[in-house]
Structures are given as C-alpha cells and as structure tokens.
Nanobody, 123 residues
Framework: QVQLVESGGGLVQAGGSLRLSCAAPGRTFNFNAMGWFRQAPGKEREFVSAISRGGISTYYANSVKGRFSISRDNAKNTVYLQMNSLNVEDTAVYYC????????????????WGQGTQVSVSS
C-alpha cells in the first residue's frame, strides 16, 4: 500500500484559493489513478475529484465542478488540487488516495487513510 502525504491546507477567506498537494515519498504512483476526498465535521467522507493514471481524464463532484482542478506531475510523484472560489461549505479535512477510476464510480483503494490536510474557509 502506498503511503500518501497531503499538504497545502490552511485558513482562507471565502472566495480565496488554495492548492493542495499529495505526494508518495520514496514511492511511485504513476501507474495509479488518484483521487481527492474530504470529510467535514460530523459528516461522511465524500468524493471530490479524481484523475486517470495518465492525467488525460478527470472527474469532479458536482459541488466543486468549475471551481476545483485536479492535475498530476508523474515525474514528481505528486497530485495537485487547485481550489478556487472557496466557500465555507468546502471546510473539511482533505485526503488523497489511489482509486479505481471508472466515472461516475470512483472507489478509493485503501482502508487506511493518511493524516489529510485541513482546509478552513471563513465567511
């Protein structure tokens, strides 16, 4: 199982932007589709976005479509989530995971999540 490390979260005002990163230190996930998920306090973890292993295809939850953009740099073993026009409903801990990529079905291939990165949006 690939150990993933998320970073880039923080506190931002509504309307602001953040860029999250997901890396696999010492490992490669070039052959895997990757996804971002989030969990807000008191809520279930939910899907946010995913990208195919080659980066050609992407998929988004309706709630973030048009505001978030997922990308990957396989040379750096890193996946990114650019988040624009953030609103308070985006406040959550964000996690990345290796996924089975079959839109609209995106399934995380892990039962062990990393620490995640906290995104807090103030009004």
């Amino acid at each position: 199982q690939v150990q993933l490390v998320e970073s880039g979260g923080g506190l931002v005002q509504a309307g602001g932007s953040l860029r999250l990163s997901c890396a696999a230190p010492g490992r490669t996930f070039n052959f895997n589709a990757m996804g971002w998920f989030r969990q807000a306090p008191g809520k279930e973890r939910e899907f946010v976005s995913a990208i195919s292993r080659g980066g050609i295809s992407t998929y988004y939850a309706n709630s973030v479509k048009g505001r978030f953009s997922i990308s990957r740099d396989n040379a750096k073993n890193t996946v990114y989530l650019q988040m624009n026009s953030l609103n308070v409903e985006d406040t959550a801990v964000y996690y990345c995971a290796v996924v089975v990529y079959s839109p609209p079905n995106i399934t995380p291939k892990t039962d062990s999540w990393g620490q995640g990165t906290q995104v807090s949006v103030s009004s």
